[in-house]
């Protein structure tokens, strides 16, 4: 099967955001948007990511214009104990049976709550917080202050936490996970980042903007995707989002033998990475060119939704040729499109 020489432009992609949040979807500039709300306030903000995003980094462009620490927490971590340590410091949990529901929590000096006050404080699996953990954080959202252990009166806490969960986030809600009260405060900046399959038209600027860092990284001249191995990128599921695209190019800059990353060096790491096995031990060449051969049509006519003329020029073929090559492989372009 031909395939294109015509390599895609080695333009340098905008270095202001993180991969996770390159693009031009109408999905990613609200991302941006609500990033930027974030930045700009205090309080809370919850970011709804599937798995595979670098939650940090998306977290520490809401932390660009803080003045005080960045500092991360897992709530999903086997020690409960720890968790609520470290969020709220050594104070106890004083008995709330007959206290006012306006009463301010009390924390201790070295709680995350105290020390990132004027910076970001990133909670990661949010639900995973124990209920009254959930409870005391929500007061303390609302209050913006808290009492701290051996000292008088109370204090102001200036506090931007972005807390982070798995769609759907209702259910976390619904289902008692993560208390209503909480979300409330959380959710008065949400930024939902929907999975890749769901933005496919940033994949292409993700690539490219994973192709320069991997390549900075290792001190080699920049790669560029030819055109129809770039069309393969943006087709393929990538079910693991950024992480397994970044994954995929880190090989492929390892392994492909020219400045050119073509289609075959993309197929190459997609089936060992996320595929190996899919042919036996036994298959023979031919076997596996046809396996080939069909992943990669099938993927660019999905990527051009079933359409023959345009998927027909990425893959550097005659449109009838491409038609017959399709029935050959038994691929049916509006199946492969829905």
Known sequence: MPATSASSPALAPARGWPPDLTGSSDAVRLARDRIGKAAAREGGALLVAERGYDLEAIAREAHVSASG??????????????????????????????????????????ALLVTT??????????????????????????DR???????????????????????PVEAEVDEGRLRPELYRRLAAVRIDLPALARRREDIPAIARHIVHDVSDARGIAARSFTQAALALVAALPWDGNVDELRRVIEGVCATAPGPAIRVEDVLGQVLL?????????????????????????????????????????????QRTNLYRKARQLGIQPRKVAE
């Open 69 to 110: 620490p960045f500092a991360t927490l897992d709530c999903a971590m086997p020690d409960v104990s720890e968790v609520e340590r470290s969020l709220f410091g050594t104070a106890t949990v004083p008995g709330r049976r007959g206290a006012r529901a306006e009463a301010l929590e009390t924390v201790g000096e070295s």
């Open 117 to 142: 006050s004027g910076g970001t404080l990133l909670l990661t699996s949010i639900a995973e917080l124990p209920a009254s953990a959930q409870a005391r954080l929500a007061r303390i959202l609302r």
């Open 145 to 167: 202050e808290a009492r701290v252990e051996g000292t008088e009166g109370s204090r102001r806490l200036s506090l931007r936490i972005v807390a982070t969960t798995r769609p």
């Open 273 to 317: 990475d996320a595929r190996q096995g899919a042919l036996g031990p036994q298959a023979s060449l031919r076997e596996a060119r046809r396996q080939f051969e069909r992943e990669y049509i099938a993927a660019v006519l999905r990527h051009y939704e079933g359409r023959m003329g345009p998927a027909a020029r990425v893959l550097g073929i």
